[in-house]
């Protein structure tokens, strides 16, 4: 954890109520004092922040940005109530104010400079450096804000040493840059954010220049972050390929260690060798997976709005439907539905289904496995499907499953 005063943040004072921010306004302050969060300030009391979820919803005819005025603060610096915030709220970072209210600086989770003190002798070799970076043409290390020069010339000395040829990059000139098949390297994580909040805003103006008509389109709608990462990421990135390699475990070329799990390559590989063809199917918002990863954002937005709609209760294993009608909807014109039957069944069976066989009218499993509906009497092979809740449709009768659907099509 890094702990931060207020002479080191980016702050943004403002006279009169506001509800928006330009961007003209704060692109200075992203070059100046490059952070993921900043500080709105009205006569000396945090008024409310902005980072890069406003940005990246940024209202872009008129390029004003939303300014964040529900935020968790710590009234006073306390490291150890900080830590509690942090574990229980999963932010990266936490503002800290005096109990009139007076932003006096932050507490950071990231704390890169510790991490690569204690790993970059160990982990900064040539061959994991190259064999990390050979994908791209060119490598651009981005230059920091003043305070993090000594950090700056750690990473520059570590690429020297790896035998790694890096051109030195400011800030503005990366819009330019984004296209090429280049990766960026930030010294740490709060800069990599701010600059992403940066690009952002720098591509909002591509829409009043025609200079960049041509490409407008290519870089308003690409997806730029794969190819930023930090000093931290490098690190963290070579010690699992090293792992990796240590394990003797296959993975594809195209992915990092860190998308690999080391027990699932391990039974992959194996099933490989024998002739048995696998796929996986990975849901977190991972580097490089970008359709995905807007696929995901859009799902997850989709049950935000329904649980807003139709707020589920945690009182019952399962929704009554006095408390959450609509949430089964057509189902409940089922009569087992509407006496609970179906709902206790399928709720009591999804906890023991692995231990026994299960025979039933909407949950059935036979040796630890779910029993797949619309199965045809002949077949040309098998299609096997490993996973969590989702794969195994625990809340759903056995036609809605994944496996059924898939059967059906």
């Not at 403002?14 to 300030?41: G, P, V």
């Not at 098949?181 to 010294?187: E, G, K, L």
């Not at 039974?267 to 849901?283: D, H, P, Q, R, T």
């Not at 329904?306 to 189902?331: C, M, V």
């Amino acid at each position: 954890m890094e702990r931060r005063d207020i002479a080191q943040l980016a702050i943004c004072e403002i006279k009169d109520e506001a509800e928006t921010i330009s961007c003209d306004e704060l692109r200075q302050l992203y070059l100046e004092k490059t952070s993921e969060i900043i500080y709105i300030i009205k006569n000396k009391q945090l008024y409310g922040i902005i980072c890069l979820k406003e940005v990246l919803h940024k209202i872009e005819y008129s390029r004003q940005i939303k300014i964040n005025k529900s935020f968790t603060v710590l009234v006073g610096h306390n490291i150890v109530k900080a830590y509690r915030i942090f574990a229980a709220k999963g932010i990266k970072k936490l503002p800290v104010v005096n109990k009139m209210g007076e932003l006096i600086g932050e507490y950071s989770k990231w704390d890169d400079l510790l991490f690569i003190k204690r790993n970059q002798r160990m982990l900064m070799n040539g061959e994991g450096s190259k064999k990390i970076l050979e994908l791209y043409d060119t490598i651009y290390v981005v230059k920091p804000i003043e305070n993090k020069q000594s950090f700056f010339g750690l990473l520059i000395k570590c690429l020297i040493d790896s035998g790694i040829k890096y051109e030195i990059l400011h800030k503005e000139q990366i819009v330019n840059k984004i296209l090429e098949n280049a990766c960026f390297i930030f010294v740490d994580e709060d800069e990599k954010i701010g600059t992403e909040c940066l690009i952002e805003i720098n591509l909002s103006l591509y829409d009043k220049q025609k200079h960049y008509l041509d490409n407008k389109n290519k870089l308003v709608n690409m997806k730029y972050h794969s190819k930023l990462t930090t000093y931290k990421s490098l690190l963290i990135k070579i010690m699992q390929e090293n792992e990796l390699y240590n394990m003797k475990i296959i993975k594809p070329e195209f992915i990092y260690g860190n998308q690999v799990d080391d027990l699932a390559s391990i039974f992959f590989s194996e099933l490989v060798k024998k002739g048995v063809k696998c796929f996986c199917l990975i849901s977190e918002n991972l580097e490089g997976t970008d359709k995905l990863s807007e696929y995901t954002e859009k799902f997850n937005e989709e049950i935000k709005e329904r649980l807003k709609k139709y707020p589920l209760s945690i009182k019952e294993p399962w929704p009554k439907k006095n408390q959450n009608p609509d949430f089964y909807d057509d189902l409940y014109q089922n009569e087992d539905y509407i006496t609970e039957k179906a709902q206790k069944e399928i709720f009591g069976e999804s906890a023991v289904y692995d231990k026994s066989s299960v025979y039933g009218k909407y949950f059935n499993a036979r040796n630890g496995r779910r029993i797949t509906c619309f199965q045809p009497e002949e077949n040309v092979g098998t299609i096997y499907l490993f996973g969590k809740c989702m794969i195994l449709g625990t809340l759903v009768e056995d036609q809605y499953t994944i496996a059924s659907i898939l059967q059906k099509i």
